[in-house]
């Protein structure tokens, strides 16, 4: 099997030049890091990893085609409005920015739904998978806010004494 590997910009020239400096080739230095690296870490956790990006990368592509299709289903007349300022067409009869739906045809509807209910299903597998990988990390916790001395509270009732105090 044959693929390309991207080597990051610095880190390129010093593997040529290891490579040159002790006659190994390029390619058993890039197996030999891999079986390594692959001996030493847990296969189950690459599996998530993987997983977990091919479901952002999906998301992505999702929430692409709904914004596409928003443009040209209910944002883009208005927009066009507002643009162009078309004569006789005053600004505060735009379609509703809060109820995109609403300028949608049905079919369009029906596929943005599903798209909707698609990606709240790789958001919730996004979320089991992350518990996974994060089992071993405790959860954030905030501070409770120390409380005030009651000394401290009596002074601010306190009347100023005459005379300036200090």
């Known amino acids: ?4 590997v991207y080597f990051w910009r610095g880190l390129y020239p010093l593997l040529r030049r290891f490579c040159g400096e002790h006659n190994v080739s390029v390619n058993k230095i890039v197996n030999l890091a891999v079986q390594s690296f692959l001996g030493g870490c ?3 956790e690459l599996r998530l990893r993987a997983r977990l990006a091919a479901l952002l990368r999906e998301e992505v592509e999702l ?3 709904c914004n ?8 883009l007349p208005g927009y066009v409005r507002r643009v162009l300022r078309e004569p006789g067409r005053s600004l505060p009869h735009l379609p509703d920015a809060q109820r ?6 049905p079919r369009e509807e029906r596929v943005f739904r599903r798209i909707a209910a ?3 299903q790789i958001a ?8 996974l990988l994060l089992r071993d990390v405790k959860p954030f916790r905030l501070k409770p806010e120390p409380k005030r001395s009651r000394s401290r509270i009596r002074d601010k009732n306190k009347a100023p004494e005459p005379g300036g105090g200090a």
């Open 118 to 120: 698609r990606r709240e």
């Open 1 to 4: 099997m044959h693929r390309t």
């Open 124 to 131: 919730r597998e996004i979320a089991e998978i992350e518990e």
């Open 100 to 105: 995109p739906l609403k300028a949608l045809n």
């Open 63 to 65: 929430r692409r085609v």
């Open 68 to 75: 596409a299709m928003l443009r040209s289903g209910s944002y």
């Open 42 to 44: 847990d296969v189950e």
